[in-house]
T-cell receptor
Framework: GENVEQHPSTLSVQEGDSAVIKCTYSDSASNYFPWYKQELGKRPQLIIDIRSNVGEKKDQRIAVTLNKTAKHFSLHITETQPEDSAVYFC?????????????FGSGTRLQVQP | DTAVSQTPKYLVTQMGNDKSIKCEQN?????MYWYKQDSKKFLKIMFSYNNKELIINETVPNRFSPKSPDKAHLNLHINSLELGDSAVYFCASSHTGGNQPQHFGDGTRLSIL
């Protein structure tokens, strides 16, 4: 089955700096890679996703890159703000019928210092 | 107008009891999921249903029995609760087909005394 590894487990940055979180996956059949943000006591919320037919996607201060050959993908947050503080999860999923559940990474606790 | 709603939000009960968690989505999705998030925040798939049919069962003890009366509902019944069942359980839903975003409910925090 799929295995997703995520680094770092904690990340502390100063407000205004950039933050980068990296994930690797094992199953070459995976072709959908979402990122979720989870604030304390809240549900995971989808912030951006990327499909295997593109290498990069951007949405305002958030961008995701994907390298299918190396089986890794990364989340980039620029101009970080205190409200970006949360736990971020990467995930991977294969397409097609049958198995569609997400396999999650272990999470990165991001703390943005004002 | 909550998209994926779970009840109850909190569930505190004794070891050995049987309990149920309900989930409903109003997004028109036909695939629903149950995930478990443990104390270390690991999120792991338990079950997935597509159009009321079970398609994933991730080696979950058979004390856990999901039931999907229709494609908008996926309930989770747990028999003979154990201490290790303490966790947050999240319901999620998506459209069928690969590469579809999954939307999560607010979670049910289950605490076993």
């Amino acid at each position: 089955g799929e295995n997703v590894e995520q680094h770092p487990s904690t990340l502390s940055v100063q407000e205004g700096d950039s933050a980068v979180i990296k994930c690797t996956y094992s199953d070459s059949a995976s072709n959908y890679f979402p990122w979720y943000k989870q604030e304390l006591g809240k549900r995971p919320q989808l912030i951006i996703d990327i499909r295997s037919n593109v290498g990069e996607k951007k949405d305002q201060r958030i961008a995701v890159t994907l390298n299918k050959t190396a089986k890794h993908f990364s989340l980039h947050i620029t101009e970080t703000q205190p409200e970006d503080s949360a736990v971020y999860f990467c995930a991977a999923s294969p397409s097609g019928t049958g198995r569609r559940a997400l396999t999650f990474g272990s999470g990165t606790r991001l703390q943005v210092q004002p | 107008d909550t998209a994926v709603s779970q009840t109850p939000k909190y569930l505190v009960t004794q070891m050995g009891n049987d309990k149920s968690i309900k989930c409903e989505q109003n997004l028109g999705h036909d695939t629903m999921y149950w995930y478990k998030q443990d104390s270390k925040k690991f999120l792991k798939i338990m079950f997935s249903y597509n159009n009321k049919e079970l398609i994933i069962n991730e080696t979950v003890p058979n004390r856990f029995s999901p039931k999907s009366p229709d494609k908008a509902h996926l309930n989770l019944h747990i028999n003979s609760l154990e201490l290790g069942d303490s966790a947050v359980y999240f319901c999620a839903s998506s459209h069928t087909g690969g590469n579809q975003p999954q939307h999560f409910g607010d979670g049910t925090r289950l605490s076993i005394l």
